[in-house]
């Protein structure tokens, strides 16, 4: 049974840098995409990017300037950070697990965490 | 990129009924989507993939088809427990887009 587990600041001000950490137990870590989605209060889910255990990544083009995901397999842990965040990033933030290179809908996830970005 | 598209954005329907809600993409997409059901302050969860493939624990009343750019996500015989907002998303290629999603209510 995979679980996700994350973790990571809360509360931001402008031109901070989120940063969120997303640790992965159980079943394989290196046959995966791990994948960031968020939600912002009331909205929809926003797909931001995938990352794979060989550090290959996709990114959202409406983010791609100012995200950057990076992976530590030693770890089976995975990470996004957030340059110059607005309060239009105030948001949940969720960890998932991706595809297998073959079909890319995600089937678990972290439990969220919400950041707030407020000066 | 493709764009996805759900409809209605919400509805309202009795416990008994069968409800169907629609996703389009913007360009073919085979069957490269998956149906999430997300309740309120709960982690989204999968309901279905490949267009039509049900997630195993899914209940059978729920129910995809389409390919293409037309796809549908169908609940038999709605329940209580069914009242969440739905989301399609696309995956053929990233981004790996949501539609704007529905939200079912139970009259």
């Known amino acids: 049974q995979v679980q996700l587990q994350q973790w990571g600041a809360g509360l931001l001000k402008p031109s901070e840098t989120l940063s969120l950490t997303c640790a992965v137990y159980?079943?394989?870590?290196?046959?995966?995409?791990w994948s960031w989605i968020r939600q912002p209060p009331g909205k929809g889910l926003e797909w931001i990017g995938e990352?794979?255990?060989?550090?290959?990544?996709n990114y959202n083009p409406s983010l791609k300037s100012r995200v950057t995901m990076s992976v530590d397999t030693s770890k089976n842990q995975f990470s996004l950070e957030l340059s110059s965040v607005t309060a239009a990033d105030t948001a949940v933030y969720y960890c998932?697990?991706?595809?297998?290179?073959?079909?890319?809908?995600?089937?678990?996830w972290g439990q969220g965490t919400l950041v707030t970005v407020s000066s | 990129d493709i764009q996805m598209t759900q409809s209605p954005s919400s509805l309202s329907a009795s416990v008994g009924d069968r409800v169907t809600i629609t996703c389009r993409a913007s360009q073919g997409i085979t069957n490269y989507l998956a149906w999430y059901q997300q309740k309120p302050g709960k982690v989204p969860k999968l309901l279905i993939y490949g267009a039509s493939t049900l997630q195993s624990g899914v209940p059978s009343r729920f129910s995809g088809s389409g390919s293409g750019t037309d796809f549908t996500l169908a609940i038999s015989s709605l329940q209580p427990e069914d009242a969440a907002t739905y989301y399609c998303?696309?995956?053929?290629?990233?981004?790996?887009?949501f539609g704007p999603g529905t939200k079912v209510d139970i009259k």
């Open positions: 998303q696309k995956y053929n290629s990233a981004p790996r887009t």
């Open positions: 990352i794979n255990h060989s550090g290959l990544t």
């Open positions: 998932a697990r991706g595809g297998d290179g073959v079909t890319y809908h995600s089937d678990c």
């Open positions: 159980g079943g394989s870590f290196s046959g995966y995409y």
